[in-house]
């Protein structure tokens, strides 16, 4: 857990729970009907965000930020997954974070990925990817102040709301 207090907000980060499941549902759909951070115009049922967050709860790869101290309201998560389903790629994950509307600027996503990293690294894995919209300036400055690198680009990967987009993939060593 790490608990930060940014602009006279406390904001904890905590390992996830099934209990944190529709709050994460709403940040999610938020993103997919507004943003092009989550490339899918799918969103999640009820029943689908359960199963979607038991699988990273059984693999203790889920976080929250909250704020308000103990039992807090849910503003974030943080997720971490395979990059690739074959085994050659087992020691390398992909990092989603996601921030409520509204709560963007207070440092949450900061606090998340910091604690995402040290889970990654805690769990033994070498390196940790982050693919990201090549217009989202914001995440891919968060992701260079916690020491990940860009190392490519693949033009127009991506289509959503009707325009093609470049996505940034960046790279972190988990292993010293």
Do not use: C
């Not at 930060?4 to 994460?24: M, Q």
């Not at 509204?102 to 390196?127: N, Y």
């Not at 325009?163 to 988990?174: E, G, H, K, S």
């Amino acid at each position: 857990m790490v608990t930060i207090y940014e602009k006279r907000e406390v904001v904890r980060v905590r390992p996830a729970t099934t209990a944190d499941g529709e709050a994460i549902r709403v940040i999610r759909n938020h993103a997919v009907a507004t943003s092009t951070a989550l490339w899918t115009d799918t969103r999640q049922s009820p029943a689908d965000a359960a199963a979607w967050l038991a699988v990273h709860l059984a693999r203790g790869s889920a976080l929250v930020a909250e704020t308000g101290g103990e039992d807090g309201e849910v503003v974030g998560f943080a997720v971490y997954g395979p990059w690739r389903d074959l085994d050659g790629y087992r020691h390398t994950v992909e990092n989603s974070v996601y921030v409520r509307e509204g709560s963007q600027g207070l440092g949450i996503g900061r606090a998340l990925l910091g604690a995402l990293v040290d889970a990654a690294r805690g769990a033994g894995h070498h390196s940790m990817i982050a693919g990201i919209e090549s217009g989202n300036a914001t995440s891919i400055r968060l992701h260079r102040r916690f020491g990940f690198t860009e190392v490519g680009t693949v033009r127009e990967a991506g289509l959503k709301f009707g325009r093609w987009f470049d996505l940034t993939l960046m790279r972190l060593a988990l292993e010293n």
